[in-house]
RNA sequence: CGGGGUGUAGCGCAGUCUGGUAGCGCAUCGGUUUUGGGAACCGAGGGCCGGAGGUUCGAAUCCUCUCACCCCGACCA
């Protein structure tokens, strides 16, 4: 491609709007450019990228042995009256009329549209295991997009659904859409942890999430530093140490405590840590309300919450509901006399002499105890993991946490949509069979964003090979000198007969701004080329990567690129 | 959804408090000189100041409404 017949619209400086370094790179090398709130246009340089991840995403599912299918963006909204998820789904479904006032959606995910497909063309055992995958634009009204491609509202999707008639074959087809999936992220140059996701309101048995860690990323990753557990922190479970219960020592007493609300002024009133206080919250679900108990040091994980409590639409409830109801405030809340369900996180089963509030206003309970002064309540696991907390797997190791950019996930889904949707095959018995359906999202336009946290420099992107949207620069440094320009136009070329992909830098613009642009857009390999070069019979190759650089005589330039490029391509 | 902020040339901003014919830098176009790491000079074009309504002799500026975008929060007892 030749720079000056290309619109690359690179910008000097970082767009206010842009708070994370991707979001800025792919504005100032003018890849994209913003139409409305989490809606982008893909230029030139950014599109081409775009179809690098998605080829990379296409190769590896063809070679799975997924079929490519391409289904309607807009849905009619009976199919999702079918599966309940029209009642469901909430704000973030896009939903408008046509002249005709029937109700459609612009599809956030394709579940109930593949699933008609199939219940319509799928008769017999023998045509499963099937596998159907697109590469789509979905929408999805996010309650607030930001970070530009990473959380916009429009965004580019592979979305593939496995049916298999029977547990063990949806296992497999999941396990090879778990390989299928690592095979991608590793040809786009990520770094990357399969960690175990929560199947949310979906159900389902299994879920993988892919992250891509980087410092920008939206959701904590919990790894233990032991063995190979990893998972969100929406699911991640941490080790109980068999603590020996401390024997209670105290009696419990109730103090008065004016004006001390949150646990941090708790713990600093009495000069203990947080972990010795007991925080009680208020929860409501459609099964009625609930008292969840936590130490002081731990989050609720309301992901958790929900699941045990399993009733819908869980909530916390707001302060003045909690006054309502119990005439306290919600610092002074505790569950010693008090009625309500109370469910304990498992931290709490040990804790002995623990400070809670006394179910008065501007009062506490010190050195309360299970038993002697309110009974057992239930145990279960409510709390979101911390740093240095033991592993749930192994004996020896302990957490961590990081941040992860999530670019897939991969869920057995079960019957949930074949069922709700009446989709069955005749099996080997000649019966009526509901097969089982797993579902494998891939991020395409969000790991084009990711790929850049995770390869950049202060001066601009450092493209990993296979997502590079050119390999090699060929910087002319000035067009009217004969001789240079020739040797371009010559390795131009050469390189694009070898089925390289070169940019052309042959703008009528001065050195310092061709390479400052370079660097923005990052290609792999650059060779400079101007007239002091020509004379000295040699110029000069550069690597994007690690900056350096080398003086190659005229006649093996072009050789030299093709081989390094071909060397980068197989290494990877 | 709550809170905050911003809308003035393609981009970044000043001007708004205190009303009086709209500016700066970069970019763009023409010219001259330059040309191995974001050039210099001369000249030029480009704005219904987000939109609607109002106050006023007069509104980017004051008032009302509205739209868009950005940021923070929506995990707390």
Known sequence: MRLSKTLLPTLKEDPVEAQIVSHKLMLRSGMIRQLGAGIYSWLPLGLRVLRKVENIVRQEMDRAGAQEVFMPAVQPAELWQETGRWQQYGTELLRFRDRGGRDFCFGPTHEEVITDLVRNELRSYKQLPANFYQIQTKFRDEVRPRFGIMRGREFLMKDAYSFDLDQESLDNSYELMFKAYQQIFKRCGLSFSAVEADTGAIGGSDSHEFHVLAESGEDAIASCSNCDYAANLEKAVAGWPD??????????????????????????????????????????TDEGRFMLLLRGDHELNEIKAANFLDGDNFRLMEPEEVKKLTGVGVGSIGP??????????????NSSDFIC??????????????????????????????????CSRCDFGTLRLDRGIEVGHVFKLGDKYTKSMGMTVLNQ?????????????????????????????????????????????ILLINPKEAAAAQLAEEIYKQLQESGLEPLLDDRNERLGVKF?????????????????????????????????????????????????????????
């Not at 401390?246 to 419990?252: D, G, V």
């Not at 009526?432 to 999202?441: F, I, K, N, R």
């Not at 190659?552 to 081989?563: H, Q």
Request: glycine letters at 10%; one cysteine or more.
């Open 429 to 473: 018995g000649g019966r009526e069979q509901t097969p089982l359906m797993g579902c494998y999202g891939i991020g395409v336009s969000r790991i084009v964003a990711a790929a850049i946290e995770q390869n950049h420099d202060d001066n601009g992107i450092v493209w990993p090979i296979f997502l590079a949207p050119f390999h090699v620069e």
């Open 336 to 349: 010693v006399n008090i009625s309500l369900p109370i469910i304990a996180d498992l931290s709490l089963k």
């Open 516 to 572: 400052k642009d370079a660097d923005l857009i990052g290609a792999p390999l650059r060779v400079v080329i101007g007239g002091r070069g020509i004379k000295e019979g040699a110029v000069e190759v550069q690597s994007r990567v690690d900056g350096s650089s080398e003086k190659v005589a005229l006649d093996k330039v072009g050789e030299l690129l093709i081989n390094r490029t071909k060397g980068l391509l197989q290494e990877s």
């Open 243 to 284: 603590v020996v219960a401390c024997r209670p020592t105290a009696q419990m007493q109730k103090v008065a405590t004016p004006n001390i609300k949150t646990i941090d002024e708790v713990a600093g009133f009495f000069a203990v840590t947080p972990d010795k206080t007991c925080k009680s919250l208020l929860v409501e």
């Open 357 to 390: 509030g006394a179910n008065e206003d501007d009062f506490h309970l010190t050195g309360v105890n299970w038993e002697s002064d309110l009974p057992r309540p239930e145990f279960a696991d409510l709390r979101n993991v911390q740093a240095g907390d033991s």
